[in-house]
T-cell receptor, first 113, second 115 residues
Framework: DQQVKQNSPSLSVQEGRISILNCDYT??????FLWYKKYPAEGPTFLIS?????DKNEDGRFTVFLNKSAKHLSLHIVPSQPGDSAVYFC????????????FGTGTRLTIIP | GAVVSQHPSWVICKSGTSVKIECRSL??????MFWYRQFPKQSLMLMAT?????????EQGVEKDKFLINHASLTLSTLTVTSAHPEDSSFYIC???????????FGPGTRLTVL
């Protein structure tokens, strides 16, 4: 049972444009959400997170939006840069800051120069 | 940021043999380490959580006698896949965190292929 879903396995975006990566979840107990970025041959690195008490969190070019009623979150990257090309994983946990993470399958983002 | 290494990065073994994978935190003390497994086109799935000096907590469906986890020091955890079979072929990745932080730092992963 895939509790965190990333339905787009891949996404291509022109450099300078906005990249939008989507994530859906089914477990209503999730209250903390994270995005990780992964380059080939490296482990995932933390990018940005959001607590269920918020609907938006922004950090530089990265913004995460949370729609609890729809059980949906999205990561916006603007403007997109070639170095953003990577696999992005959405993850969720049931206790704020809880260490037990449930991951999505990932979306491969390619930024076209 | 904190660095976590894994060794080996890839391993091929015969069915029935045991394989040990090491996970090290290089510049911090990892009070908690996590082991994940990822099959092709699937998500990272948590296998077990280990705290230094105590027994690992395994997720449902993960055989603790098959996947032996040792976290004997604050910088090293090992995962031993005992009597490996082809269905154990997967990508194994560890993560580690310091006690006072929430962030997990991931290793680069180990690709295991069992022939």
């Amino acid at each position: 049972d895939q509790q965190v879903k990333q339905n787009s396995p891949s996404l291509s975006v022109q450099e300078g444009r906005i990249s939008i990566l989507n994530c859906d979840y089914t477990n209503s107990m999730f209250d903390y959400f994270l995005w990780y970025k992964k380059y080939p041959a490296e482990g995932p690195t933390f990018l940005i997170s959001i607590s269920s008490i918020k609907d938006k969190n922004e950090d530089g070019r990265f913004t995460v939006f949370l729609n609890k009623s729809a059980k949906h979150l999205s990561l916006h990257i603007v403007p997109s840069q070639p170095g953003d090309s990577a696999v992005y994983f959405c993850a969720a946990s049931t206790n704020f800051g809880n260490e037990k993470l449930t991951f999505g399958t990932g979306t491969r983002l390619t930024i076209i120069p | 940021g904190a660095v976590v290494s894994q060794h080996p990065s890839w391993v091929i073994c015969k069915s029935g043999t045991s394989v040990k994978i090491e996970c090290r935190s290089l510049d911090f003390q990892a009070t908690t380490m996590f082991w994940y497994r990822q099959f092709p086109k699937q998500s990272l799935m948590l296998m077990a959580t280990s705290n230094e000096g105590s027994k690992a907590t395994y997720e449902q469906g993960v055989e603790k006698d098959k996947f032996l986890i040792n976290h004997a020091s604050l910088t090293l955890s090992t995962l031993t896949v005992t009597s490996a079979h082809p269905e154990d072929s997967s990508f194994y990745i560890c993560s580690a965190k310091e006690g006072w932080t929430d962030e997990q730092f991931f290793g680069p992963g180990t690709r295991l292929t069992v022939l």
